[in-house]
């Protein structure tokens, strides 16, 4: 691929944004960036843009005159003015993920699904790693993908977790395993109905061929109806790549290990494994290799992470669970009686389908953020609900009500932008609090 000459402008300055101009860089194009903060607000452009690398302007005022290619950063959303205005101009359009995707040297292994994402994806990084199969991992998590490109070669798996966001806008992508965990209402703010949502996720396996595969999750409807759309090799968790028989864990039709040796909270974390193990396999590891890293794992941050016990009450940190899917589960794996902190910033979906689980294993929903007022429309009657202005607040609430044996569960089931920079950064205030007790 040569871009001497070509000019490229990058929409979205963070983390991927940023990568996405520094390759562009280095390969000799010429590069504007364009943002909704200032540079003030964006150190790491200010840099590029005092050394003449690149042109900066606000998003509203960038001009796509003299532009080749749009770059869109995986957190502009397609309805953007200036995307649509490079459409109706027929400039070409390519996200971080297909720029990276035209320079990573070696086999992709992607991993989607609107939940567990992550946990898998670190899991099959850890078993490639215990087993000696060379690979690294990036995308959605750690690394973006744009950076991993100088160290890889072709000898070597990409392992990539990939959400819809960066899915939306590849091209020629190709991933020579390509897994969907599952696919459950969210998003929907950005991608209107689950419907488109779903398309986008199938975007995984575009470009697969026969030599390829899919593995797919046989309990989740529309995972399992990807099958029909693509030409590769099918493997099936929950079913005949996968599964569990007894107290064991099955692969490719061997027993792998029991399933009380799996250190993970939660069936839903029995699911995350079973995936795991099936990329891991194709990719090359073993099963006595596969059997000793799960047991070994420590899970990720932010994820059903126990952070400490103070007075005889328990603390997790699920900042991740950012849809009420993820919440769900969250609320699934850990013995009541509960407090579980909710809110943030709405995504578009209905949290009607808490209001069970939540009455039957929790005290109190305690609701934070700009979607408070929209959760509690919903809950109210159903369950016991306390409205607090944040998360330093609702501790402090939950701190002088609950009693020894309770457990407190942070799963907002909401994006964090409205309080936070992120989901870890919520996660790391959520920690600080608790660790100052």
Sequence with gaps: MHLSGQHYLVLGLAKSGVGAMQLLRSQGAKVSGADNRSLADLPDVHKLVENSEIFFSSDKEASLGHIDTLVASPGVPLS???IQQALRRGIRLVGEIELAYWFLRGPILAITGSNGKTTTTSLVGHILKSAGVASQVGGNIGYAATDMIPSSHFQQWNVLELSSFQ???????????????????????????????????????????????????AANHTSAAYSKSTPANIAS??????????NHIELFGKV???????????????????AAATLASLAGAGHEDIASAVASFKGVKHRLEFIREVNGVKFYNDSKATSVDAALKAVEALPGPLWVILGGLDKGGSYLPLATPLAQKAKAAILIGSAAPIIESELKGRVTLNLCADLENAISMVVKQASPGDTVLLAPACASYDQFRSYEHRGEVFRQIVEQL
């Excluded at 968790?237 to 007894?246: L, V």
């Excluded at 792998?256 to 079973?274: R, Y």
Aim: glycine share 6%.
């Design 80 to 82: 953007h003015p200036l």
């Design 167 to 217: 899915l939306e806008t590849v091209h020629n992508f190709h991933a020579q395993l390509a897994a969907v965990l599952n696919v459950t209402p969210n998003h929907l703010d950005r991608h209107g109905t689950i419907q488109e949502y779903a398309r986008v996720k199938g975007n995984i396996f575009r470009n697969q061929c026969f030599s390829d595969w899919a593995i797919l999750n």
């Design 237 to 246: 968790f929950c079913g005949p790549a996968s599964c569990i028989s007894g």
């Design 256 to 274: 792998l290990m029991p399933v009380s040796e799996v250190p993970l909270p939660g069936s839903h974390n029995l699911e995350n494994v079973m």
